[in-house]
């Protein structure tokens, strides 16, 4: 049974920072990535990153700020948040796909985590 774990989630101050943590269960995948859904909008698209990490894509909402990177021998993804904003607020969902590129479409995803809370305060 495939399972993904979120955890790291938490209530941070404005400017600080969080790491989020996901571990699959069950099978490896090609791609791992993140999403994020805050209170009235759609799920959205965060980063992803190639089996061999060599590929990532971001939204530019946080690029600068978020960095992925996993650990295959653990098969797990990291995400680590750093200069946080009120509008990062959302719940965080880690999501996998069997398909090779680390594509933004939520469609794509085979897999998907029960998601994190993260809160930023201001």
């Known amino acids: 049974q495939v399972q993904l774990v979120e955890s790291g989630g938490g209530l941070v101050q404005a400017g600080g920072s969080l790491r989020l943590s996901c571990v699959a269960s069950g099978r490896t995948f090609s791609t791992m990535g993140w999403f994020r859904q805050a209170p009235g909008k759609e799920r959205e698209f965060v980063t992803a990153?190639?089996?061999?990490?060599?590929?990532?894509n971001y939204a530019d909402s946080v690029k600068g700020r978020f960095t992925i990177s996993r650990d295959n021998a653990k098969n797990t993804v990291y995400l680590q948040m750093n200069s946080l904003k009120p509008e990062d607020t959302a719940v965080y969902y880690c999501?996998?796909?069997?398909?090779?590129?680390?594509?933004?479409?939520?469609?794509?995803?085979?897999?998907w985590g029960q998601g994190t809370q993260v809160t930023v305060s201001s």
């Open positions: 990153i190639s089996w061999s990490g060599s590929r990532t």
């Open positions: 999501a996998a796909r069997t398909g090779i590129g680390p594509v933004t479409t939520r469609m794509d995803y085979d897999y």
